[in-house]
């Protein structure tokens, strides 16, 4: 990262180091093993995920939703041996959660198609049921499982941005990930029998799109929030030492890429202690007020995540210097320890 005040305290633009890519993009080159070309990020999906091979491959579509009354979250995913599907919903009035947990042998039924933003993607099994529909103007999504139905519609509003980064552990593992922050929504949950209509200026849905080739062991922080006019996206530990970030603030639509490392602290013993990720131009608390645990063990599969719900405070920088609040924005952080 450069940047500071220069002289007479100018200010002096903020720009990342990493490359920054305008046109498509293979994922992969003809043999499997990353293209060169590939690595770095954009502002709107540019990769075609064209992997090839079997065993180590991930592919995933996750969507969270907040409202001022719920919290929602659906994953459709294959991890080639594997499909791990769920549906879950947070009341925040109560406390209460609804959760459906499906894993399908050898992920049979689970589309992901190879562009974010194209074509349909979805995945069904144990009662549950999940169709994700992509558009150029936006995507619409249902889910159903015991106790819960959901229809709804994410708009993209026109000149939004997106963070896609491609991240190279290796020419054979690899990941490219697209977070999309703060996407505004409409429709309908039905929860126990009782419908609650979602959108307004309170509500908001973030994509994590992933398609990659990954190690068997590793372990991950993100951290997503968004309120009117401002997002915020970080990510950790697993970007770590590649050149490359997950970090982007996002001001009225528009990204600003933030290329260093930040130090995140929290208390495993207790999640709903405040988190804080600060850098030169992040400084951020978090103050969950629920915690969300997932554990699934399946032998040569485990994964263990604590995704806390919160509030966040603080600030961050955009490009050119200008200091952002990040008070009142409502999103989540976790930890991911994961043998897939």
Not at 209 to 232: K, L
Request: with cysteine.
């Amino acid at each position: 990262m450069i940047g500071c005040l220069g002289v007479a305290g100018a200010i002096v633009p903020l720009v990342t180091h990493e490359r920054e890519l305008v046109s498509p993009v293979d994922l992969c080159q003809p043999d499997g093993r990353l293209n060169p070309a590939a690595v770095g990020w954009t502002r709107r999906p540019l990769h075609t995920a064209n992997l090839r091979g079997w065993g180590r491959t991930k592919r995933w579509e996750y969507w969270g939703i907040v409202t001022p009354r719920h919290i929602i979250g659906l994953v459709a995913s294959s991890l080639d041996y594997a499909g791990v599907h769920s549906v879950y919903v947070l009341d925040r009035d109560s406390g209460t959660e609804t959760k459906a947990d499906v894993v399908v042998p050898l992920a049979r039924g689970a589309v992901l198609p190879p562009h974010c933003g194209v074509g349909e993607a979805g995945a069904r099994g144990g009662g549950l049921a999940i169709r994700i529909v992509q558009r150029p103007d936006g995507t619409t999504i249902s889910a159903s499982a015991p106790g819960v139905r959901l229809e709804v519609d994410v708009p993209l509003p026109a000149d939004h941005e997106s963070l896609g980064v491609v991240v190279p552990w290796s020419t054979r593992r690899f990941q490219y990930t697209v977070k999309d922050v703060g996407r505004p929504v409409l429709g309908t949950l039905e929860l126990h029998g009782q419908t609650y209509e979602i959108g307004g200026p309170d509500a908001f849905a973030v994509l994590d799109h992933g398609r990659g080739r990954w190690p068997y062991s590793v372990m991950w922080n993100w951290a997503a929030g968004a309120a009117p006019g401002r997002a915020i996206q970080l990510g950790g530990r697993w970007t770590d030492g590649t050149g490359v970030t997950e970090n982007g603030l996002f001001v009225d639509g528009r990204l600003h890429k933030i290329g260093e490392e930040l130090r995140w602290t929290y208390d495993r013993s207790d999640w709903l202690r405040p988190w804080r990720m600060s850098g030169d131009r992040v400084e951020v608390e978090f103050q969950p007020f629920h915690e969300k645990v997932s554990r699934t063990n399946l032998g040569v599969v485990a994964n263990e995540t604590h995704q806390c719900f919160g509030h966040f405070s603080g600030w961050a920088k955009t490009d050119d210097g200008t200091t952002v609040s990040l008070d009142g924005l409502v999103g989540w952080a976790e930890e991911a320890r994961n043998r897939w």
